[in-house]
């Protein structure tokens, strides 16, 4: 597998992401293969300021092809000379080291990096990693959602299983485009669905924690924007059952005594 041509001629600090599901790890070397910044453990949001202000367009940087790699790809191509992603195969190779540990790994990537030793993958622009999102997005809804499901057997006889799920992606964009573009319902929705999940959401982000009251107002609140809150009375929501009709009054009272 061919490596990737770095720009060496700018590039004078190798730096390796060792990246996680809740953390990566930052480290680098020189041309000479030198520490030149030991291995560092950062949450997400804190490395992108450390980014900001710590990277350089001296610097080259390597990270492996993992599920989040594209948003830190973008992150860093402004800041740096150089952002490679690795192909998995290299990375496997640090992974077999009888030592392992994130810094030994961070370090090896970084070395190879300088070496000009990385199996690059390539990286699609915007508008392929988009078309990607929306056929992976089209195949979770036909697993699990009965509507999509009976449209992709239908189309699938006829058209192959390749052809359909682009066909399903297509009508699964523009059945999505009026809730993104008008705040329109969308009419294949599972409203118990729905309704656990926008309690899920404001129970993390939309109300004061451990005010019961103000979620499920809340909650009533967004149904009624999308115009649901006539078809549902409960919700059950880790392992409890809140019955809905009886919050309608007090959200209507709430409403009123807003407007006057």
Do not use: C
């Not at 560092?40 to 992108?48: D, H, I, S, Y």
């Not at 300088?114 to 195949?139: C, F, G, K, T």
């Not at 006829?158 to 059945?175: P, Y």
Request: proline share 4%; net charge positive.
């Amino acid at each position: 597998m061919p490596t990737t041509e770095l720009p060496h001629t700018l590039a004078t600090r190798f730096v390796a992401l060792d990246v996680h599901r809740q953390y990566l790890v930052v480290g680098a070397v020189d041309i000479e293969q030198h520490v030149v910044l030991t291995p560092r453990r950062l949450g997400f949001a804190a490395f992108a300021e450390w980014a900001s202000i710590h990277l350089t367009h001296a610097d080259a940087v390597v990270l492996e092809a993992t599920s989040n790699a594209w948003l830190l790809y973008d992150q860093l191509q402004p800041l740096v000379a150089e952002v490679v992603v690795a192909h998995p195969q290299a990375v496997k190779l640090i992974a077999a080291a009888r030592v392992k540990t994130d810094s030994r790994d961070t370090i090896k990537l970084a070395s190879r990096l300088s070496a000009n030793l990385i199996p690059a993958v390539w990286v699609p622009p915007q508008a392929v990693r988009e078309l990607r999102a929306l056929v992976e997005a089209a195949w979770v809804a036909v697993e699990h959602h009965p509507h999509w499901k009976a449209q992709f057997e239908r189309l699938s006889g006829r058209i192959g299983k390749q052809k359909a799920i682009v066909a399903i992606a297509r009508k699964l964009l523009v059945a999505v485009w009026p809730v993104l573009a008008q705040q329109e319902a969308d009419t294949n929705a599972q409203v118990e669905a729905v309704t656990r999940k926008l309690l899920n959401w404001i129970s993390h982000a939309g109300a004061t924690p451990g005010k019961r009251r103000d979620r499920l107002l809340l909650l009533y609140q967004y149904l009624d924007q999308l115009g649901l809150s006539g078809e549902v009375e409960q919700v059950k929501y880790r392992g409890a059952t809140y019955r809905l009709s009886l919050r309608q009054k007090a959200l209507r009272e709430a409403q009123k005594g807003s407007r006057t």
